[in-house]
């Protein structure tokens, strides 16, 4: 018999999971429901008059297999391009410091390189991180932010490790657990590491040599319509997945969209949604308690990109963009000097730059319109730059919920989950960006991951 899958969500995870299947169970009929009227959800690639701009995800880990990977299947390689070697600078106290080096995830495997971030008094203390004992209980988790305060100082949170994951994450490093998000310094201190010093010292100097960056010329567009064609899936934009029902051993999904509302029937589902959504799709289905519990005590931020293309005349620093430190009172998050950071795209006729907005429980600035959002961006330029820009294109794009808090115990409370969907809901799958993890990779890795259980399943 020839299986029927329902993919509901057709951003990264969702297209990955259907081109998946599409490998592995070649007779499937394969529909994708995705309620907006564009395929890709957080990887958006927009059109500017001198060419693509993101306006979502711009780039990915690309040490990590998953990205690359996909890539090459797909025969995108040609399009592969990596960032320059220029790198960014931190705002703190009104002044631009550069990134310093030999860090990980903004903790440092030498203190004495963050000599022009911290005062005197704060460096002394970061150093006594060393002879401070550590307890540390093998595969244990804790909260990365609080656990970094305690030995560095508070100062190498605010200025280095809240920076450097507000990007990500948009939520403080105090909600987010080390092994979730730096799982190899996790494993390093699993493995004996005396103290968070040398367990990223120990990091640092296992790095290979090579960009650890990629993103594709053109555009993650390119991605999103390499997966949708290869599936082969029927798509429906426009279709939101309301209700799923267990019906026997098989699903009815409840859709409204454009053509009004119809039901959708399925052997096997995958589920691929944003936690918010998702959470009351499954438990709806079906008494999941676990599911239920775990899903809805993932807190979720949103956030705002302006993306303007400005004229050459602004004198931009020369650097790849701006994390901006916690203590400083400004209401931006970070800027990407996009053009700067990617040689590929500095030929276009203006700079192109990204300022970002938005942290976990600081929405006010989110309340702005559109053009006030735009205002600020423009305003953050001029302060940075010494005049104001001329802006010749500019876009804002909102991202409601999108980037979730992976907090202390989640990869356990996920595998909780999926125990409880396998003997509740057997035949439906949950990915995306808040089981396995945030980021381009681990949203792949998570849906092809799904999407061949979901193959053995049906092929036992
Ligand atoms: C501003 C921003 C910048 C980022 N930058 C990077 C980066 O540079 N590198 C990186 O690795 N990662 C980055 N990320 C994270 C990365 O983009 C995401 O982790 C990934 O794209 C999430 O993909 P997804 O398919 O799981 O979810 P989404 O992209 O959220 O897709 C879910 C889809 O489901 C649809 N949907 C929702 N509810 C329903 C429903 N009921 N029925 C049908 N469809 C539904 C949505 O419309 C959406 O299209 C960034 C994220 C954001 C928001």
């Not at 010494?386 to 992976?406: C, F, K, M, N, Y």
Request: include cysteine; charge should be negative.
């Amino acid at each position: 018999m020839r299986p029927r899958i329902a993919v509901v969500g057709g951003g990264l995870s969702g297209l990955t999971a259907a081109y998946q299947l599409s490998r592995d169970l070649p007779d499937a009929r394969i529909t994708v429901l995705e309620a907006s009227e564009r395929l890709g959800g957080a990887l958006h690639t927009a059109d500017f008059p001198s060419g693509p701009m993101e306006l979502g995800a711009e780039a990915f880990i690309a040490r990590r297999p998953e990205a690359s990977d996909l890539v090459t299947e797909l025969g995108l390689t040609g399009s592969l391009r990596h960032p320059g070697t220029l790198g960014p600078a931190i705002l703190t106290g009104g002044r631009l410091v550069p990134m310093p080096a030999g860090t990980m995830m903004g903790l440092p495997s030498e203190v004495t390189a963050l000599s022009g971030l911290l005062s005197t008094a704060e460096l002394a203390r970061a150093a006594r991180e060393t002879d401070l004992p550590l307890t540390w209980e093998p595969g244990g988790d804790v909260p990365l932010g609080s656990l970094v305060s305690q030995r560095f100082g508070p100062a190498v949170v605010a200025r280095l490790v809240d920076p450097m994951l507000g990007g990500v994450y948009a939520a403080p490093s105090s909600g987010l657990g080390l092994r979730q998000v730096v799982p190899g310094l996790a494993q390093a201190l699993d493995r004996g590491a005396p103290n968070l010093t040398a367990a990223a010292r120990e990091l640092v100097a296992q790095r290979r040599p090579g960009p650890v960056f990629a993103t594709l010329d053109g555009g993650y567009r390119l991605l999103v319509d390499a997966l949708a064609r290869s599936s082969g899936a029927l798509v429906r934009t426009r279709a939101t997945c309301t209700a799923l029902h267990r019906v026997g051993s098989r699903y009815s999904l409840a859709v409204t969209g454009d053509g009004g509302a119809w039901v959708e029937e399925a052997d096997l589902v995958v589920v691929a949604v944003p936690v918010p959504r998702a959470a009351p799709l499954l438990t709806t289905a079906g008494g999941l308690d676990t599911a239920d519990r775990a899903l809805s005590g993932i807190r979720t931020a949103s956030s705002a990109v302006v993306a303007l293309e400005v004229d050459r005349a602004l004198d931009l620093p020369d650097r790849s963009g701006v994390l901006v430190a916690t203590d400083e009172d400004v209401p931006f998050k970070a800027i990407t000097f996009t053009s700067r950071k990617w040689p590929h795209l500095d030929s276009r006729p203006g700079h192109l730059v990204r300022v970002s907005f938005g942290r976990l429980d600081d929405d006010d600035v989110l309340a702005s319109d559109d053009a006030a959002l735009t205002r600020m961006a423009e305003s953050a330029l001029a302060d940075l730059c010494g005049s104001a820009p001329l802006v010749l294109h500019t876009r804002v794009r909102r991202w409601q919920d999108a980037l979730a808090e992976i907090g202390p115990g989640h990869d356990t409370r996920i595998a909780e989950v999926r125990a409880e969907l396998a003997a509740r809901l057997p035949g439906v799958e949950l990915v995306g960006g808040a089981t396995e993890g945030v980021g381009v990779p681990a949203c792949i890795g998570s849906a092809r991951a799904a999407a061949r259980r979901l193959a053995a399943k049906w092929q036992d």
